[in-house]
């Protein structure tokens, strides 16, 4: 075999090689591609997103500090949905990290409605809000309502310096965190107590 004819046989199969390797390699590339697991979408988080509205319109109105005025149970939902609700709301307003929560005992904060003579189901006035602001040391105050035992909660917020109101809307089917007060209670076969439990039956008298 001439010189000339080996060096085409071995271009040939230099050339054989390389489209081999370049077909093998778009191969190895289509199956990694079609094996990939597609990255899941995150499920939906109404509550997060209605907090980050009020996060929006408090960051809009350079506020640093809010005041929880109260959560008043419209629909008779009961202390411990109420109580419960008014944790959720501190809770989610703690996420928010760019907003500080002043903190008063409700008592002290009835007073001032009392000395106002307005109530907060009524709505207040934005006199009465920039004064209740002040006197609190709060850019904000919000309110919040349980509207039904769903329970849909209708929240306000309270500029401090102009007393109107930059927010409200309302939450509707807070899914609230499974907790003892809304556990659903156990039917089996575990203790039971009971707010009248059975008397104790007592020994008959021996004779004499």
């Not at 390389?18 to 109404?46: D, Q, R, W, Y």
């Not at 319109?57 to 109580?83: E, F, S, Y």
């Not at 001032?112 to 307005?118: C, D, H, I, N, S």
């Amino acid at each position: 075999m001439s010189p000339v004819n080996q060096v085409k046989i071995n271009d040939h199969l230099f050339a054989s090689i390389v489209h081999g390797g370049i077909l093998l390699a778009i191969f190895c590339l289509v199956m990694f591609s079609s094996c990939k697991k597609p990255i899941p979408t995150p499920e939906p988080n109404p509550v997060a997103d209605f907090f980050k509205e009020i996060q929006d319109v408090l960051d809009t109105a350079t506020a640093k500090t809010i005041t929880i005025l109260g959560v008043d149970d419209n629909c008779a939902a009961g202390p411990n949905l109420q109580r419960q609700i008014r944790q959720e709301i501190i809770a989610q307003l703690h996420n928010l990290e760019s907003i500080e929560i002043l903190e008063y005992p409700q008592s002290e904060l009835d007073a001032k409605f009392v000395e106002m003579g307005t109530k907060l189901s009524e709505g207040i006035s934005p006199e009465n809000a920039t004064e209740l602001a002040g006197s609190l040391e709060a850019d904000t105050l919000l309110y919040a309502s349980i509207e039904t035992t769903a329970p849909d909660v209708h929240i306000k917020v309270y500029s401090g310096t102009t007393g109107a109101i930059i927010f409200a809307e309302t939450l509707q089917g807070w899914q609230l965190p499974i907790t003892a007060s809304n556990a659903p209670l156990d039917l089996g076969g575990g203790t039971t107590t009971s707010e009248n439990p059975p008397p104790t039956e007592q020994p008959a008298p021996s004779g004499p």
